[in-house]
């Protein structure tokens, strides 16, 4: 295997050496394969009139030799721009960069989903980019191939602002569908002449609808009605530590077996959000739940073989299996609500639960119902002791419903 570090210390030298040439151009590597960016003239239906940064796939493995070959392509490559002799249609597929121009909409998509699962940051979490390309991308792009092979007579433009059209206004599907044929349009040089965030409308966390949540006590009830012992971990982990029903399976429990009493476990790199810990709500739950005794049910788990997504779903069928009265994420929300009665942070509950803030106050900040919102205000109420003008002291009885005048 080639050794990632070495690679990235030639290719420093490499770019240093190109740099002190003025050759304009850097060699970057994506994941296991290596590109150039510089400043390039239009591709052939582009709407820009002058050159601009653009990235050239090189088709060449991040290895010594193909750094070679990559610093042999950049002096061609210059050398063609100061003589004025460059010209994109020497560039063809059988060079490995690539005519983007000249393929057909399902090659370039193809195109795109190499370059997509190649891109550094998806490359540390391959199950994470699969899942994200098969579930968010490709059904739009699916959609987009159906109408360009219906409707011939479109431009690719014209056939993906239909697409966006064909789904639903103010919608999840719609926003999705913008993000996947922006990024589509960005890796073709395509300059859309309407940025696609015009048509997400007013879908947001918003407009997703009330959930009743079930209570902690049926949380606890409902663990009981599960007949078998791996399951029933499956249910209590995510109860306890709000995790996606296919985080249960890729977790580091060693310090929950341990014995340590802050309990906390650790979702490891390969989940779709990477690696962050998590600590319980409530903590009581891990002894109730014998939490310290680690038994996860046997199913598939190698992601060269089955995918998070899969793995999720399975969870999910079981709860319908038990015929269980709420669903797996509804233990997921629960939690969140729940990090809010006890006060913790935003920023740590977030982080926690692998999202950023925005997206954590948006969506569960709203379910807060009268019962949450009595309950927060009883326990804020409950920790400190709080004087009006002129009245004197007074707190609110722990665990009653009357006021205790305090002495001054």
Not at 171 to 199: G, M, N, W, Y
Not at 257 to 280: C, M, S, Y
């Amino acid at each position: 295997m080639t050794d990632v570090a070495a690679i990235d210390d030639r290719l420093l030298q490499l770019n240093q050496r190109l740099k002190a040439a003025q050759m304009g151009f850097q060699i970057e590597r994506r994941g296991q394969k290596l590109s150039l960016r510089g400043l390039l003239p239009p591709r052939p239906g582009s709407l820009r009139l002058k050159p601009s940064q653009q990235r050239l796939s090189l088709g060449l493995p991040a290895t010594p030799a193909g750094l070679k070959q990559a610093e042999q392509a950049v002096k061609v490559l210059a050398a063609q721009l100061i003589q004025n002799t460059f010209d994109w249609r020497n560039y063809d597929s059988g060079m490995g960069w690539g005519r983007l121009d000249q393929m057909g909409l399902s090659q370039q998509i193809q195109a795109f989903a190499q370059d997509f699962l190649a891109e550094a940051s998806r490359v540390q979490q391959p199950a994470s980019a699969k899942t994200t390309w098969e579930k968010a991308y490709a059904p739009y792009y699916r959609k987009l191939e159906s109408i360009a092979q219906a409707n011939p007579q479109l431009s690719l433009v014209e056939a993906i602002y239909a697409t966006v059209r064909a789904t639903e206004d103010n919608s999840r599907s719609r926003q999705v569908c913008c993000t996947a044929l922006s990024a589509l349009a960005t890796f073709l040089h395509i300059e859309l002449p309407t940025d696609l965030k015009v048509f997400w409308g007013s879908y947001g966390a918003s407009q997703t609808q009330a959930r009743t949540l079930p209570s902690d006590e049926l949380i606890a009830a409902t663990w009981e009605q599960i007949p078998n012992v791996g399951w029933q971990f499956v249910y209590a982990v995510m109860a306890t530590y709000g995790l996606r029903n296919h985080e249960v399976f890729f977790c580091d429990y060693s310090a929950l077996l341990q014995g340590k009493p802050e309990a906390v476990i650790r979702v490891l790199n390969t989940t779709k959000t990477g690696t962050h810990d998590v600590w319980p709500f409530y903590p009581d739950w891990v002894e109730h739940f014998n939490l310290r005794s680690l038994q996860l049910p046997t199913i598939q788990t190698d992601l060269t073989q089955t995918t998070l997504q899969r793995i999720g779903q399975r969870v999910t069928s079981q709860f319908r299996r038990y015929e269980l009265p709420f669903s797996p994420y509804n233990l997921r929300h629960a939690w969140a609500v729940r990090t809010i009665h006890f006060g913790l942070p935003d920023t740590v509950a977030a982080r926690m639960m692998g999202h950023s803030v925005a997206v954590h106050t948006r969506t569960y900040h709203q379910w807060l119902t009268h019962r949450d919102q009595q309950q927060a205000v009883e326990t804020a109420l409950n920790r400190s002791q709080f004087a009006a003008p002129g009245v004197g002291s007074r707190e609110w009885g722990a665990g009653r419903r009357e006021w205790q005048t305090v002495k001054g």
